[in-house]
């Protein structure tokens, strides 16, 4: 009678778990053995100047709380602002700054700092012996500055900064101070959006019958509230602030977006957003103005006025006409250079060049002069001397990356190439070209004896193995100087300390060693370490880990991450459940697709979205999975893409079976963002899972028409594609119990909370095992502490129930 009596309780607890479409739950927090990896206090980061003579520490929290994420937040034209602080309300804030001592390698305390600091936009002087931040109080941002002479902080400014489009201050060329943007005196109040009566309709037109093919855009402007309220928030005055605190009025109100100054500090180039806004695109393309104005904040000369982009050729590589990509040229003391289009912006037309480089020296009475071409789309320029300087250009359907010397001072003479690859092709990567600061504090190329230098990461089938090289650029040789070994740790070179001495700062790490800096002499093989991190990750640091390789079906070589079970013993072979998390990534040829690039030497880092918790829970886990999506010649990637996926996943799981690992009857699929898309698509076309979890995904690209990820078709050209690719359109096929988690303020482009919504309601209604967790106030990637162990503990209990304890 009492079984009889229990099993009516079970029946009517789970009848009324499917009549009520909601869980009223608080916050959860996971397992024990998750919640104390996902606590663990992290190290801070080493920021170390220029030449090396100072460095500092910089602390944060790992999360922040839901009480700060919730408050009040203004979403307009791609910002999200704190109108109370006037700064970025997404901003991840640091919490304390300290000294370091690179000699003694001892730490010390910056004295003044502010109490309950929330530290931004951190920055070195020119001169590299001061610091700068930015500080939010309960009412605004502050400028404060640390010298690292005397280790002592002092605030420049009241907390009325504008730091909502971003670093509010610039260092002047001296570092006598700096050019900052300040609340006007006269700001409006802002309108009250939610409860402001309507004047009338909101009425977008297209009656020319433009092209407008653009991303799903978020956080867009509205209606004119939105547009005042746009203008009020970005609105600022200019004042120049030295470092005794003097403060003078240097530019009227204004919406200024960017603050460059010329290399010799005379003169600067400022951004100037104007009207009309747009309801379609974001603030990057509305109106801008750039304008010249000397150091007395003085207009020389308007560049030029660019007007609002909402139409543009289609396609990734389609740029505006006229001058883009406006910067200051880092060799000499005040010349600007950009780029023009000779295509007209449109990938489609044919031509010998794409693009042409335009300089135009101080005072800028004269008419700008062409001094390079490319033929493929601009990317930018790499400045040496006079005579020397790198043109990089690249071209996107083809993942083509070209490299060329040119000659500054004879225009359009023929430059000498150097690399043109395919730049997903790891193994062929020569290197990055060393730079060190000039004269004016930039960073231009190092040239010693007519020889410049290179540092690249070195992957190769042996492994990632960084390197040092000299390039012989009148004899076009290069000599190897440096190669790490393959060894028990991973290195990665930061960057060239000291050409001459042969040192570079460089990062040491193994599977379960936090990554540390040492400094290593490529002439003596001398190694001195910088820092000494400890491992915050210890319950895991001794958790078994390799990078295996496999094949799909069709033969491309694969790979994957995998991690075995705290304490699991390999002699005894216990199958075990297991948790895969990928990202799907278009390539262009199988050669590129197939290279590894992932060491079992790299640190076992536990970031919030990580699967590797679940090493501490029992499950075996296959991290970074190789998932290509391959198109070669005619065939674009997409055009087989479920099939390709299907397979990728079927490698992987027939894989770590053969191992004797695990029972693949307990396979758990998961990932974020595309990798979500990429999880609803192998439940719905397969039966390899037994679960997935799916979070910040997009399921229906009938809802990003013109285009998505790497896809450049719009749904009338391809409608087979976005209706095949969408798991949405396939719901009836899905019988795999699925996790779908989103942010609530989800502001990636593509993937409104809505996608998650209405692909749960689908899959509800058609009867598919499913749950929807909403996290208030979350964007696309999770911040306050309360959300994320919430998830873990969803994942876990979704793990648990449906994987591990699968009936």
Known sequence: MKSFQKLSVLIT??????????IDLNYQTPHPDILSLADASMPPIMSINNDGSHA?????????????????????????????????????????????DLKTKKERAVTGLPADAKITNINWSNNQDKVAFINATQNGVALWVIDMKTGKATQLTEDNLNANMGNPATWLKDDSGFIVKVLPSDKQNLIDTDNAVPTGPTISVNEEGQKAQNRTYQDL??????????????????????????????????????????PDGSYFLITEINRPFSYIVTFSRFPTSYNIYDKNGKLVKNLVDVPLIEELPK????????????????????????????????????????????????PFTANPKQIAQTKLRYSGIEWGKEDLAILNSYWWNTR?????????????????????????????????????????????????????????????????????????????????????????MLESISRMMDVEKGTILTRLESSNEFPNYYLRNIKTGTLEQVSSFENPFKAVQDVHKEVITYKRDDGLELSAILYLPVGYDKEKKEKMPMLMWAYPREFVDAA??????????????????????????????????????????????NDTFIEQLVANAKAAIDAVDNLGYIDRNRVAVGGHSYG?????????????????????????????????????????????????????????????????????????????????????????????????????????????????????????????THVKNKK
């Open 13 to 22: 607890f789970f009848i009324l778990s499917g009549i009520y479409a909601q």
């Open 56 to 100: 500092i520490l910089i602390y944060r929290n790992q999360y922040i709380s839901i009480e700060e994420l919730s408050e009040k937040e203004m979403r307009l034209a791609g910002l999200r602002i704190n109108p109370k602080t006037n700064s970025s309300s997404r901003a991840r804030n640091y919490t304390k700054i300290s000294l370091f």
């Open 221 to 262: 402007l509205k209606n004119t509230n939105d547009e005042t309220n746009f203008e009020t928030l970005v609105r600022s005055e200019l004042w120049k602030v030295t470092l005794d605190g003097k403060k003078t009025n240097w530019k009227d109100a204004a919406l200024y977006r960017s603050i460059s100054p010329s």
């Open 315 to 362: 396609g990734f590589m389609a740029v505006q006409t006229g001058p883009r990509s406006i910067s200051w040229r880092d060799d000499q003391p005040s010349t600007l250079v950009w780029a023009e289009a000779l295509d007209g912006g449109d990938p489609e037309t044919l031509v010998a060049y794409r693009d042409k480089v335009m300089q135009l020296q101080a």
């Open 400 to 488: 083509t990356a070209r490299t060329e010397f040119f000659n500054p001072a004879v225009p359009l003479e023929e430059p000498v190439l150097f690399s043109e690859r395919n730049y997903q092709d790891r193994y062929s990567d020569p290197g990055s070209f060393v730079t060190s600061r000039n004269e004016y504090g930039r960073n231009v190329l190092e040239i010693k004896d007519e020889n410049l230098y290179l540092i690249g990461d070195g992957f190769s089938p042996e492994g990632k193995l960084p390197f040092v090289d000299k390039y012989r650029v009148r004899e076009n040789k290069t000599e190897r100087l440096y190669q790490a070994e393959n060894g028990e």
């Open 592 to 637: 590129s697709a197939s290279q590894v690039t992932s060491s079992s030497n790299q640190f076992t880092y536990m970031s919030y979205g990580s699967p590797l918790y679940w090493v501490n829970r029992g499950y075996v886990v296959l991290d970074n999975a190789a998932f290509p999506i391959i198109g070669e010649g005619d065939d674009l990637p």
């Open 676 to 800: 979500a898309f990429m999880t609803a698509n192998l439940l719905s076309h397969s039966n390899l899972f037994a679960a997935g979890i799916a979070r910040s995904g997009a399921y229906n690209r009938t809802l990003t028409p013109f285009g998505f990820q790497a896809e450049e078709r719009n749904y009338w050209e391809a409608p087979e594609i976005y209706y095949g690719m969408s798991p949405f359109m396939h719901a009836e096929k899905m019988k795999t119990p699925l996790l779908l988690i989103h942010g609530e303020a989800d502001n990636n482009s593509g993937t409104y909370p809505m996608q998650s919504e209405r692909y749960f309601n689908a899959l509800k209604g058609l009867g598919a095992p499913v749950r929807l967790v909403m996290l208030p106030n979350e964007s696309h990637g999770y911040a306050a502490r309360e959300s994320i162990m919430h998830m873990l503990w969803e994942q876990d209990d979704w793990l648990e």
